[in-house]
């Protein structure tokens, strides 16, 4: 029990299509991250959610990606008209007063 | 900024023999120090953190990581690894004191251990 679920947990699409990722923290926890790994890396910071408002958001976000937290549970990652270089797992992070959770990912491959 | 430089790409080592893995930080604040480890096809997982106070700190399954200042290092370190500690290992930071900190993670170690 990672304490965040996230589905699908992989997602085979065609580039152009677009994806919806969803994280489902399973108890409340009032910050929310998003971030994507590609082989060999680290995970790379997207965005970040303080209970439902969107704080920060990375340079490397293209106006193709967007995220939501509408009420400040679940949260939701769409991508717009992928791309090859759209391939990588996206990883949900949530923390709460003394601890934090990373969902299990969901990997993306895009045709 | 902060950025954070894991100095070994990959690190092999017999089982029950010492390692450590190294990590190097830069920022122009306070940060917090975080050490995750990535098991094959798993999820990222706490391994310990440094928040404040002794700058010796224990994590989970006998590792430990020790801060310092004044090298900006914060190197993992466990006496006796077992196979089953195979797996790729992140170094990562946070800025102190903010309500809008996102963490920034190293590249990653990998950890092979020789029977």
């Known amino acids: 029990d990672t304490g965040v679920s996230q589905n699908p947990r992989h997602k085979i699409t065609k580039r152009g299509q677009n994806v919806t990722f969803r994280c489902d923290p399973i108890?409340?926890?009032?910050?929310l991250y998003w971030y994507r790994q590609t082989l060999g890396q680290g995970p790379e910071f997207l965005t970040y959610?303080?209970?439902?408002?969107?704080?920060?958001k990375s340079r490397l976000l293209s106006d193709r990606f967007s995220a939501e937290r509408p009420k400040g549970s679940f949260s939701t990652l769409e991508i717009q008209r992928t791309e090859q270089g759209d391939s990588a797992m996206y990883l949900c992070?949530?923390?709460?007063?003394?601890?934090?959770?990373f969902g299990p990912g969901t990997r993306l491959t895009v045709l | 900024a902060q950025s954070v430089t894991q100095l070994d790409s990959q690190v092999p080592v017999f089982e029950e023999a010492p390692v450590e893995l190294r990590c190097n930080y830069s920022?122009?604040?306070?940060?917090?120090l975080f050490w995750y480890v990535q098991y094959p096809n798993q999820g990222l997982q706490l391994l310990l953190k440094?928040?404040?106070?002794?700058?010796l700190v224990k994590g989970i399954n006998g590792f430990e990581a020790e801060f310092n200042k004044s090298q900006t290092s914060f190197h993992l370190r466990k006496p006796s690894v077992h196979i089953s500690d195979t797996a790729e290992y992140f170094c990562?930071?946070?800025?102190?004191?903010?309500?809008?900190?996102?963490?920034?993670f190293g590249s990653g170690t990998r950890l092979s251990i020789r029977p």
């Open positions: 992070q949530v923390w709460g007063y003394n601890e934090q959770f």
């Open positions: 959610f303080q209970n439902e408002a969107q704080l920060e």
């Open positions: 920022s122009s604040v306070s940060v917090y």
């Open positions: 990562a930071v946070r800025r102190f004191y903010s309500s809008a900190s996102k963490i920034i």
């Open positions: 440094y928040l404040s106070g002794s700058t």
């Open positions: 108890s409340e926890h009032n910050r």
